[in-house]
Nanobody, 115 residues
Framework: QVQLVESGGGLVQPGGSLRLSCAAS?????MGWYRQAPGKERELVAA???????KYEDSVKGRFTISRDNAKNTVYLQMNSLKPEDTAVYYC????????????WGQGTQVTVSS
């Protein structure tokens, strides 16, 4: 059974930083992060393929960085210069295929950016 377990969410002030982690139950070629704000559709934040290719949503470029530790089957999302509009539930996403939107989802972790 595939398990993706997120951690690292929380409440942070505008301009602050958070680091999300997602530990997977196995090895996945594609791993990434999506987010969903209230009343909005789920959107890609950042994703990384096993060959190192990355993809970022335009509004987070230069502020967020995705990385992965393949030995630990873990993907990270370093979020800097956070803005209130980054507030959302962040979901880990993974697949064994080279795709940007994978089959498997974590349970989500809440990120709230507010003063």
């Amino acid at each position: 059974q595939v398990q993706l377990v997120e951690s690292g969410g929380g409440l942070v002030q505008p301009g602050g930083s958070l680091r999300l982690s997602c530990a997977a139950s196995g090895n996945f070629f594609s791993m990434g992060w999506y987010r969903q704000a209230p009343g909005k559709e789920r959107e890609l934040v950042a994703a990384m393929l096993g060959d190192g290719r990355t993809k970022y949503e335009d509004s987070v470029k230069g502020r967020f960085t995705i990385s992965r530790d393949n030995a630990k089957n873990t993907v990270y999302l370093q979020m800097n210069s956070l803005k209130p509009e980054d507030t959302a539930v962040y979901y880990c996403n993974a697949d064994r295929r080279p795709v940007w939107l994978g089959l498997y989802w974590g349970q989500g972790t809440q990120v709230t950016v507010s003063s």
